[in-house]
Antibody
Framework: QLQLQESGPGLVKPSETLSLTCTVSGGSISSSTYYWGWIRQPPGKGLEWIGS???????YYNPSLKSRVTISIDTSKNQFSLKLSSVTAADTAVYYC???????????WGQGTLVTVSS | EIVLTQSPGTLSLSPGERATLSCRAS???????LAWYQQKPGQAPRLLIYGASSRATGFPDRFSGSGSGTDFTLTISRLEPEDFAVYYCQQYGSSPATFGQGTKLEIK
């Protein structure tokens, strides 16, 4: 059964870089069928698609975040990662990783991890 | 960017009643690439409907999706207690993918 698990610091200081990793188990991240994505949800608010990546490193990013976002993949570790630079309090959110298509979040999600931006 | 507007914001119904949730797009959604997600408190969203009308694994047939172009509907034919949650629509036909603001389905 496919499982995704987010990991990373729960607290990041303003202006620093948020870094999260999603570890995939029960399936290969090298499958050519899927894209691997990040979605976030500020506390009490709705969902925002951040971007996605496939096994070969092809990426799609939300233009609203593109200047600050990097998504990468490590097929040897069955992991993919998110980096968001120059964070502010507005980046405080639960961050989810998911398996889907280029733009669709899909059916398999991690449990989510809360990242708070605060000094 | 395609803006999705969901209505109503909150829907108060009783178990056994029929629920109709709307998702309207600011532009036509390509190839009916429209999904619905169900989210319960403290949980990740669960894919409910994809391709506007295909039901995802694990959801009973009281859930159905319909629509095309700019108007989409999620219908729950007869509400069960476990159906009360927040429902989001998402379009994935053009970049960036976007979500609606959500409809909260609450027990009356």
């Amino acid at each position: 059964q496919l499982q995704l698990q987010e990991s990373g610091p729960g607290l990041v200081k303003p202006s620093e870089t948020l870094s999260l990793t999603c570890t995939v188990s029960g399936g290969s991240i090298s499958s050519s069928t899927y894209y691997w994505g990040w979605i976030r949800q500020p506390p009490g608010k709705g969902l925002e698609w951040i971007g996605s990546i496939n096994y070969s490193g092809s990426t799609y990013y939300n233009p609203s975040l593109k200047s600050r976002v990097t998504i990468s993949i490590d097929t040897s570790k069955n992991q993919f990662s998110l980096k968001l630079s120059s964070v502010t309090a507005a980046d405080t959110a639960v961050y989810y990783c998911a398996r889907g298509t280029t733009l669709a979040a899909g059916a398999n999600w991690g449990q989510g991890t809360l990242v708070t931006v605060s000094s | 960017e395609i803006v999705l507007t969901q209505s109503p914001g909150t829907l108060s119904l009783s178990p056994g009643e029929r629920a109709t949730l709307s998702c309207r797009a600011s532009q036509s959604v390509s190839s009916s690439y429209l999904a619905w997600y169900q989210q319960k408190p403290g949980q990740a969203p669960r894919l409910l409907i994809y391709g506007a009308s295909s039901r995802a694994t694990g959801f009973p047939d009281r859930f159905s999706g319909s629509g095309s172009g700019t108007d989409f509907t999620l219908t729950i034919s007869r509400l069960e207690p476990e159906d009360f949650a927040v429902y989001y629509c998402q379009q994935y036909g053009s970049s960036p993918a976007t979500f609606g603001q959500g409809t909260k389905l609450e027990i009356k």
